[in-house]
């Protein structure tokens, strides 16, 4: 694929979506999108968590810190290969990781917006549920309760069971 020559320094890998792997070093990119230009804004947008060195987060915040980053890098290097800036779309991923983040970080017990203990774990502040979550953007979000009715002073204790990296 052409546009990818343009980038020599950098690993891609054929698949069915736009991917940075901090393991690996490796991008991901969508074969079927990689033509349009908002399949290339995508791989710029990864690029720019591959240059940031960005590894998996931890807190919900660092991850859209990161992704912001990502899109500033997107944005300078957009129009060095020919690529348009469309801040619509930039503007509805964002949105899209927020509602995700939000329905993370939602009790399912009473609705609260509560506090993230670890990287997959919240405990609600108003009736004191703690529940996990499954951490990948592209499936559902999945809560599970795992204990309610803890005491307040617990809450402010960091797991450290779910903090892998
Ligand atoms: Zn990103
Ligand atoms: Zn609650």
Not at 35 to 52: I, Y
Not at 73 to 88: D, F, K, M, W
Not at 112 to 120: A, K, P, V, Y
Request: charged fraction near 25%; hydrophobic fraction near 35%; proline fraction near 3%.
């Amino acid at each position: 694929m052409d546009f990818l020559a343009n980038f020599t320094d950098q690993t891609f890998v054929p698949g069915r979506y736009f991917m940075w792997s901090p393991n690996t070093k490796t991008i991901t990119f969508d074969e079927r999108r990689i033509g349009s230009n908002n399949g290339r804004l995508a791989l710029l947008h990864e690029l720019g968590h591959a240059r940031l060195g960005h590894r998996i987060y931890k807190y919900d915040m660092e991850l859209l810190r990161m992704e912001m980053e990502a899109w500033d890098i997107a944005r300078n290097l957009a129009p060095l290969y020919g690529v348009s800036i469309n801040e619509e779309h930039i503007t509805s991923t964002i949105a899209s990781y927020d509602e995700w983040l939000t329905k993370r970080a939602t009790c399912p017990d009473c609705n609260n917006f509560s506090l993230q203990r670890g990287r997959d774990s919240y405990g609600c502040f108003a009736c004191g549920a703690k529940w996990v979550v499954n951490w990948r953007k592209d499936r559902r979000v999945k809560r599970t309760i795992v204990s309610r009715f803890t005491r307040m002073s617990d809450l402010s204790q960091p797991t450290s069971t779910a903090n892998t990296n």
